[in-house]
């Protein structure tokens, strides 16, 4: 991916540790005005002393009432530091949420008008979307990650606005660790993917769950030769994520769908990977979801899922990880951590000695790097 | 018929909404507290906002070749003074960090206490 975004000078790429320059990301991308851009520079220095310090000081006192044998999560409250932590982390994501929707907010119709555009001339991939398609319960719960109206808001016609958020909102979140464009996980998956079956001619690939594409388009540049496919219930989303990746020159099949029940037919991709979509679905959609992901791969064909590293962590430092499950609207999170994942992919129809879990390091600045869960269907 | 303003346009569209689905955790031991910190918060982003604006003014007046007086401060680099902002603020944050870290500290009482001992340092 390039390092600096399209449309951005050196210059603003230079300045911009937050992730987020002044200016465009992109043709179809929101205009970040520099007053915008202030706002969102002051959030990530905020998050860069939660992170810091206060982090490391909330850790220990974890480790220490593991050591006596309390659970954190009883004994940590009392404590004004993580009080202190929590309540700051939370105000934190409130309000970097809430300027990421405003700086959209100011310019919806033209983000509306200009991916309609891009979408009307000819250009690489497709949109497809199908209104038929219901949002799943687990996501219409509560809206995941404190983001009010979630990836589904939709306020005027062809609205993109929770996927021109989305983009905003994901970089400031990482940083800016994570790549230019956000891209890390796509690039760590597709990376794993060519190591993982060396031997599979990788032509067809689906992304599930892939809001605006962001992974999606890192697959294009690893398998230029190869047809990509995505798939996310939002359609906001996928308008956005369409446009997204012609302004970016990137040819994708984006077409709005239920991973639980895909829309092709059997043995139609050579991977189907998935970028943190796990974490956000629930105990009795993991199953269907394997399942659809063994039913429409070619024989032989691998599966690759990207997820937050959330297991195998020591007691505290899993306590800090379930944080965002109790106190940010991630109400599957915690739960994922202690299923059998190799064992839903068996029950799927993936051979056990094929299943894979291991943690991959980032391609970018991401620490912890990031959890892969694979598996391959018989030949 | 004159098309819809701009402004009546823009009224058209619903506002969005503020409140995320899903109740929020009491993570302070007062629910007023973290309503507090939340516009602390905000108030000090809209500090960042204007002293970037300050640097920029300056920044393009020096670009202009106007000589600035030396009270006007310096165009300093931006991410550096938002840190420096955020640490200033909050700087009880860090303070709280260090204490967790070290440890907890002798009671001051039991400090004055002993201090005052015949038999005490
Ligand atoms: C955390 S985001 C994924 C981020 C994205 N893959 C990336 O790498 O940037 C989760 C996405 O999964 C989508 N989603 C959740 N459940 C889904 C399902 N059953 N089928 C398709 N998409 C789903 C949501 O709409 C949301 O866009």
């Known amino acids: 991916m390039r390092a600096v975004p399209a449309g951005g000078t050196e210059e603003a790429a230079a300045e911009a540790p937050v992730g987020v320059a002044a200016g465009r990301l992109h043709a179809a991308a929101p205009e970040v005005d520099p007053e915008e851009r202030a706002l969102l520079a002051f959030a990530v220095a905020f998050k860069g002393l939660l992170r810091g310090r206060m982090r490391d000081a909330v850790c220990v006192r974890a480790e220490a009432c593991v050591a006596r044998g309390d659970l954190p999560e009883e004994a940590l409250t009392e404590e004004p530091i993580y009080r202190w932590w929590s309540a700051a982390l939370r105000a934190q994501q409130d309000f970097y949420v809430d300027v990421t929707a405003a700086i959209v907010d100011r310019q919806l119709e033209a983000l509306a008008a200009t991916a309609r555009t891009i979408a009307r001339d000819p250009g690489p991939g497709s949109l497809t979307l199908d209104p038929s398609v219901r949002v799943p319960t687990y996501q219409a719960a509560v809206d995941i990650h404190c983001v009010p109206g979630s990836y589904f808001l939709e306020r005027i016609a062809d609205d993109v606005g929770p996927g021109a958020r989305s983009e905003l909102g994901s970089l400031a979140f990482a940083m800016g660790r994570h790549g230019a464009m956000n891209e890390d996980k796509g690039v760590v998956a597709a990376e794993f993917a060519r190591s993982f079956a060396p031997d599979l001619a990788i032509r067809r690939i689906l992304d599930l769950g892939c809001t605006i594409g962001m992974s999606t388009l890192a697959w294009c540049d690893a398998f230029p030769a190869a047809e990509v496919h995505a798939v996310d219930v939002s359609a906001p989303c996928l308008r956005y994520g369409h446009a997204r990746a012609r302004a970016l020159g990137r040819c994708v099949h984006f077409r709005q769908a239920d991973a639980e029940a895909l829309p092709y037919p059997d043995g139609s991709f050579d991977v189907v990977a998935s970028h943190i979509l796990l974490h956000e679905t629930s105990r009795a959609a993991l199953p269907r979801i394997f399942a659809e992901c063994h039913r429409v791969l070619v024989p032989g064909g691998a599966m690759v899922h990207v997820e937050v590293p959330i297991r195998d962590l020591d007691p505290a430092a899993a306590f800090l990880a379930r944080w965002d499950a109790w106190n940010n609207n991630e109400p599957f999170w915690g739960h994922l951590a202690g299923l059998d994942l190799a064992g839903l992919c068996v029950q799927a129809g993936f051979p056990q000695e094929g299943v894979v879990e291991t943690v991959v390091p980032s391609a970018h600045q991401k620490a912890g790097g990031w959890l892969v869960l694979a598996a391959r269907k018989p030949a | ?121």
Request: aromatic share 2%; proline share 10%; glycine share 4%.
């Open chain 2, 1 to 121: 018929m004159r098309a819809p303003s701009r402004d009546a346009r823009r009224r058209a569209i619903p506002p969005r909404p503020r409140a995320a689905l899903g109740a929020r955790p009491r993570l302070l031991a007062s629910a007023d507290s973290e309503v507090l910190l939340a516009m602390i918060v905000a108030l000090a982003a809209e500090v960042h906002r204007l002293e970037d604006r300050h640097d920029r003014l300056l920044a393009a007046l020096a670009r202009d070749g106007v000589k600035l007086p030396e009270e006007a401060g310096p165009a300093s680099a931006r991410a550096p003074r938002a840190e420096a902002l955020v640490e200033r603020v909050f700087r009880v944050f860090d303070e709280m960090a260090e204490r967790a870290l070290r440890g907890d500290d002798e009671p001051y009482p039991d400090v004055v206490d002993r201090l005052g001992r015949p038999e005490g340092p």
